[in-house]
């Protein structure tokens, strides 16, 4: 049974830091792309930042570049995102996604989010 179980979410003052998790299970982690997306109420998802499957290679959405961090521990079957400098528009429900495609299939899994909220 696939798995993704996000946590750290929680309300934080601008300019602050927090930390999100998203434990995986049930699928070869290592074998997977791993995304953070956000949704803010009345706004499309949007994609955060993206690490590569041997965690290699990161890509950042330009409102979050410098600001944040992903990364990933293989080991663990967890990736993470460091997000300082928080400002009120971070504010939304972040989610994990896992992708990877064997031709002529895709695999793709979501957690079921975890609510940031930045405000003084």
């Known amino acids: 049974q696939v798995q993704l179980v996000e946590s750290g979410g929680g309300v934080v003052q601008p300019g602050g830091s927090l930390r999100l998790s998203c434990a995986a299970s049930?699928?070869?982690?290592?074998?997977?792309?791993m995304r953070w997306y956000r949704q803010a109420p009345g706004k499309e998802r949007e994609l955060v930042a993206t690490?590569?499957?041997?965690?290699?290679?990161?890509n950042y959405a330009d409102s979050v570049e410098g600001r944040f961090t992903i990364s990933r521990d293989n080991a663990k079957n967890t990736v993470y995102l460091q997000m300082n400098s928080l400002k009120p528009e971070d504010t939304a429900v972040y989610y994990c996604?896992?992708?990877?495609?064997?031709?002529?299939?895709?695999?793709?899994?979501w957690g079921q989010g975890t609510q940031v909220t930045v405000s003084s």
């Open positions: 996604n896992a992708w990877s495609s064997t031709w002529p299939r895709e695999y793709d899994y």
């Open positions: 049930g699928f070869t982690f290592s074998m997977y792309v």
């Open positions: 690490i590569t499957a041997a965690g290699g290679s990161t």
